[in-house]
């Protein structure tokens, strides 16, 4: 890391910040659908769901803040595709330019973007009746739980971006994210579903993070269950991180 690399990343950052700015219908198109399924579970399957005391919509929001990641970062490997297909890091390749800071101005772009997708929302989620016993230290939890998991799938979404073959396919990779949650803890209870649904359900990495999600939400002790999720988002960077710098280097060759 030098000052090259960061001065570097900042310009390139502020050009991504530029488009996003400039279609800010991304972002907007990004939360329609995490808060389609919100409005759907509560208003219409919620009050035949059975998920413990308290407003469904308390339970309900963790797993849709990581719905709308997943479906955030699919515009960051459909903007990297673009970048590539434009020739645009040939051109970036031929100026003297930290070589890394290309790929962390569309990681740190994505951050920003899916953060503010966030932040509308919870603002949703709370004008539909969400409320939170969480204090300073659990809302900073939550955020750096959040933050951990945009970075990990961003930089999955890098590795589908490089290596896509079209449009579609650099945004498909997002779908199997999107829909994880449904089999998980998420949505229900995972002790109502049959045994090799539950077993599957009881130990992907969505149930841990949002169980951990929820109970500083709710105030309750987060128990071991912050460890696995700490586990599985920094697993999952390391090895996304990796794998996408290795796609990255042999496209420059």
């Avoid at 204090?135 to 590795?159: C, Q, S």
């Amino acid at each position: 890391m030098t000052t090259h690399f960061f001065a570097d990343t900042t310009v390139l950052l502020g050009r991504s910040l530029r488009h996003i700015t400039r279609s800010l219908d991304t972002i907007l198109t990004t939360v329609i659908m995490p808060v389609a399924f919100m409005l759907l579970f509560v208003y219409v399957f919620g009050g035949a769901i059975q998920a413990g005391p308290g407003a469904y919509v308390d339970y309900l929001l963790p797993g849709i803040l990581l719905i709308t990641v997943a479906s955030g970062v699919s515009y960051t490997a459909y903007r990297l595709f673009m970048d590539l297909q434009s020739g645009i890091f040939e051109r970036f390749q031929s100026m003297p330019i930290a070589r890394s800071a290309v790929l962390w101005a569309h990681v740190l772009t994505s951050l920003v973007a899916n953060l503010l997708s966030l932040v509308i929302v919870i603002a949703v989620a709370v004008l539909m009746g969400f409320r939170t016993s969480a204090g300073v230290l659990a809302w900073l939890a939550v955020a750096g739980i959040l933050i951990l998991f945009t970075l990990a799938v961003t930089w999955l979404a890098m590795v589908a971006g490089l290596g896509a073959k079209s449009v579609d396919g650099a945004g498909a990779f997002s779908y199997p994210l999107i829909f994880l949650p449904f089999i998980s803890s998420a949505f229900v209870p995972t002790d109502t579903m049959p045994g090799p649904v539950r077993a599957f359900a009881e130990n992907q990495p969505v149930t841990s993070i949002v169980d951990t999600l929820r109970a500083l939400f709710a105030g309750t002790p987060v128990g071991g269950d912050i460890w696995i999720a700490l586990g599985w988002c920094v697993a999952l960077l390391i090895g996304a991180y990796l794998w996408a710098n290795a796609l990255y280097r042999r496209k420059l060759i």
